[in-house]
């Protein structure tokens, strides 16, 4: 009795395409409806501290603007390290929060485009709070527009 090799399979041709195990990016707009973000940041013990913002998307990252000194970016900065999700205006979550990291923007032309994004999406309402923010900083003797920083937030 003569022993037959198994069946093998044919060598793929030259014109077949190979099939890439890279999977697209997250369409951001349908991960993160709505007008706010919950961005939280964790303490130095791990504690998580969470804090609804105003977000932009491009195709590849979440924008939000914030002041240099807040405690948010001295907590991003040691831990870059932050949970996201779309959330009601009191930081109620819309949906499960994703892991990502956050990297603090503070080049004036990186500033200017958020903010002209922010412009853009929110027209008017950002417009006015802004306003208000300006003249609550006058009133209490601070200058009237603060050192201003942008998170760019990229999903893992």
């Known amino acids: 009795m003569t022993a037959t090799a198994p069946p093998t399979k044919p060598a793929a041709s030259a014109s077949e395409t190979v099939v890439s ?11 993160f409806p ?34 240099l000194h807040s405690a948010k970016i001295k907590r991003i900065r040691r831990n870059p390290h932050v949970m996201v999700a ?15 990291r956050a990297e603090v923007l503070t080049d004036t032309a990186d500033l200017e485009r958020v ?9 008017i309402s950002y417009r006015v709070v802004m306003s208000l923010y300006r003249l609550g900083r006058r009133t209490r003797g601070k200058q009237s527009i603060a050192d201003g920083a942008a998170l760019a937030i990229t999903l893992d």
């Open 115 to 123: 903010r002209k994004l922010l412009v853009a999406r929110y027209k």
């Open 21 to 31: 195990a890279v999977k697209p990016p997250p369409d951001l707009d349908v991960l």
């Open 86 to 100: 779309s959330c009601r205006p009191w930081g109620k979550l819309r949906r499960e929060p994703l892991s990502g």
């Open 34 to 67: 709505g007008r706010y973000l919950s961005v939280t940041s964790y303490k130095r013990d791990g504690t998580g501290i969470s804090t609804p913002m105003w977000f932009v998307c491009d195709a590849k990252r979440l924008f939000a603007f914030t002041d």
